[in-house]
């Protein structure tokens, strides 16, 4: 069978990631999950989740510098796009999700891990670190959606018809209005706007969970321009919530043009966190 144009531009993004990059396909009960790794191999372990359809790819700008310090894993999110197989036990739920990483944990061989997650990563993040506290050591939230605050109902609407009709035309449609001025990696976009069109993707969602229960150290960085929320408004509430929380602003990023905008400033502001 040929290659769809989705694999293909998914290639063409790996590609630029450091040669001594790994690819590991680990077994859980849910499917064979695609993790790219990369980094010393004494550092401290380092699980990045992607937002939705992004793909674990999407930290090719930060892997290089994070990899010099820790020992990066890059996940492929189960149930998305990517080469992460959905197969044997059903994904109904965040319970679910929560179990796959579990899994994914153990295949990989990590106790304990930090742990940083984009958009719907970092929401999925957040479950995790409530989940099984004791493998989290250190928590990062790079624009975190449905924590503490829900979307914009003009991003919503926005977002609609890549939802009910998705096509390659409108998600670039959709990224071009929400990343304006900033212009993301050109590839990467092509790999977004395929992504949406890749059939029977399942995204599991759920309420808001409680932040404010979050015990470990836990570190927010906020596209100043954010069109998913009010970056204003998410930080001040950020720091009500947590009890060990930093929370900063990324200058100029908006939503999806994160964790590419300005990767340098993004990856000083996570390695002074995560020490």
């Known amino acids: 069978m040929s290659p769809s144009a989705f694999d293909l531009v998914y290639d063409e993004l790996r590609a630029r990631w450091p040669e001594s990059t790994e690819e590991r396909d680990v077994a859980t009960p849910y499917g064979s999950t695609r993790v790219h790794v990369y980094g010393r191999a004494d550092g401290s372990p380092l699980l990045l989740l992607p937002g939705g359809s992004a793909t674990g790819l999407v930290w090719f700008a930060n892997a290089p510098a994070l990899g010099r310090q820790y020992r990066v894993h890059a ?25 796959w990483l579990d899994a994914l944990m153990d295949g990989l061989g990590l106790a304990r891990t930090h742990l940083c997650g984009h958009s ?18 250190r928590l990062a939230l790079v624009d975190p959606t ?17 939802l009910i009709r998705p096509s390659e035309a409108r998600a670039r449609a959709f990224l071009s209005w929400e990343t304006a001025d900033v212009h993301p990696d050109e590839t990467w976009q092509r790999l977004y706007a395929l992504a949406t069109t890749v059939p029977d993707r399942r995204f599991v969602t759920g309420g808001r969970p409680r932040a404010a229960d979050l015990r470990m150290p836990v570190l927010v960085l906020l596209a100043e321009h954010s069109r998913a929320h009010h970056a204003g408004k998410v930080a001040d509430r950020a720091r009500r919530t947590l009890s060990q929380g930093e929370v900063a602003l990324l200058p100029g990023a908006t939503h999806h043009s994160l964790p590419l905008t300005a990767p340098k400033q993004l990856n ?8």
């Open 75 to 99: 996940v492929d999110l189960l149930g998305d796009a990517g080469r992460t197989e959905r197969r044997g036990a059903p994904l109904k739920s965040a319970d679910d999700l929560e179990s």
């Open 120 to 137: 719907y990563g970092a929401w999925l993040a957040v479950r995790y670190a409530l989940h099984t506290p004791q493998r989290v050591a």
């Open 146 to 162: 449905q924590v503490f605050a829900g979307f914009r109902p003009g991003y919503l609407l926005r977002a609609l018809p890549t």
């Open 268 to 275: 000083e502001r996570l390695m002074d966190f995560l020490g």
